[in-house]
């Protein structure tokens, strides 16, 4: 069965850091792309990163650029993202999700893009 599960999200004062993972099962996830999308309440979800298996070039959301960091331990068939220096902002439902290609294109931020999908975790940035 194909399937991503995310873990690691919670509750975090601003500045702060956390790292939320994505363990992959039934497949290979160093094959695709993968993104991390968010959605905060009544927004759409929205593209934060994603990380091409070709060549391994990232594309980043401009809001979220040098504080967060996609990464992937292929022996654990886990990806990674790394979010420092979070803002209230940043309170949303974190989702990893996989490409049907191996790269990144200019469409990466486009949901639709996107085959297989973790269930999500919440992050919530707050004092």
């Known amino acids: 069965q194909v399937q991503l599960v995310e873990s690691g999200g919670g509750l975090v004062q601003p500045g702060g850091s956390v790292r939320l993972s994505c363990a992959a099962s039934g497949f290979t996830l160093d094959t695709y792309a993968v993104g991390w999308f968010r959605q905060a309440p009544g927004k759409e979800r929205e593209g934060v990163v994603c990380a091409s298996s070709s060549d391994r070039s990232t594309s980043y959301a401009d809001s979220v650029k040098g504080r967060f960091t996609i990464s992937r331990n292929n022996a654990k068939n886990t990806l990674y993202l790394q979010m420092n220096s979070l803002k209230p902002e940043d309170t949303a439902v974190y989702y990893c999700?996989?490409?049907?290609?191996?790269?990144?294109?200019?469409?990466?931020?486009?949901?639709?893009?996107?085959?297989?999908w973790g269930q999500g975790t919440q992050v919530t940035v707050s004092s």
């Open positions: 999700a996989t490409a049907s290609s191996i790269r990144c294109w200019s469409t990466w931020g486009n949901p639709k893009t996107y085959d297989v």
